[in-house]
């Protein structure tokens, strides 16, 4: 089974600063990495995903992710967050045969003018 | 873009009580799932289902629950007599048949509060 790790359960950032919500995961076989958003009272949205090649990955809204397969990781940074980022994210994988995800807890982002 | 809907967005219900809760997944998706996040932990694994049967569920899928897809566009997911710690949002998802995670699609959720 894989579980999934995130350090953070809320992360408050000024407007336009850089921001990294940490992401750790443990499994014993190969797994693909995801992370969705949640805005209030919406669903879960896909981010970015790593699936193979470049370890680092760009998603939308500007952030993107590093996958470290030696510290197990798949942190999601963005260099300047905007008020819109305000959300709840959820770092999540899914091993290569598997259908399921497994979740972490989830980071709330809180963006403050 | 093509939604996973999913109603109604909030459900209040007596303990023991039956619910339903309803699912479109995209038309051409032949998976389709069932996950629930209890208020302030992680999203769970509750079932999936392909070609008209579970293939695959989670220890918290037990006899009190049920899928079922009645017709060629909904999936639900029944909960039997339902316990306060039901309580929770459940969230619809479904993938098309082509790779690992291409077109898998979550809905927005149902909120279940049973009181």
């Known amino acids: 089974a894989q579980s999934v790790t995130q350090l953070d359960s809320q992360v408050p950032v000024f407007e336009e600063a850089p921001v990294e919500l940490r992401c750790n995961y443990s499994?014993?076989?190969?797994?693909?990495l995801f992370w969705y958003v949640q805005y209030p009272n919406q669903g879960l949205q896909l981010l970015l995903k790593y699936l193979s090649g470049s370890t680092l990955v760009k998603g939308i809204n500007g952030f993107e992710a590093e996958f470290n397969k030696s510290q197990t990781s798949f942190h999601l940074r963005k260099p300047s967050v905007h008020i819109s980022d305000t959300a709840e994210y959820f770092c999540?994988?899914?091993?290569?045969?598997?259908?399921?995800?497994?979740f972490g807890t989830g980071t709330s982002l809180t963006v403050i003018p | 873009e093509p939604e996973v809907t999913q109603t109604p967005s909030h459900q209040v219900t007596q303990m023991g009580q039956e619910v339903i809760l309803r699912c479109v997944p995209i038309?051409?998706?032949?998976?389709f799932y069932w996950y629930r996040q209890i208020l302030g932990q992680k999203v769970e694994f509750l079932v999936s289902?392909?070609?008209?049967?579970?293939?695959?569920k989670s220890e918290i899928f037990d006899d009190q629950f049920s899928v079922e897809r009645p017709d060629g566009s909904n999936f639900t997911l029944k909960i039997r007599s339902t316990k306060l710690e039901d309580s929770a949002m459940y969230f619809c998802a479904s993938s098309d048949p082509t790779g690992p995670n291409y077109g898998y699609t979550f809905g927005s959720g149902t909120r279940l509060t049973v009181v």
């Open positions: 289902f392909y070609n008209n049967e579970i293939s695959e």
């Open positions: 999540a994988v899914r091993s290569y045969t598997g259908n399921q995800f497994y």
């Open positions: 038309s051409n998706h032949l998976y």
């Open positions: 499994s014993s076989v190969s797994v693909y």
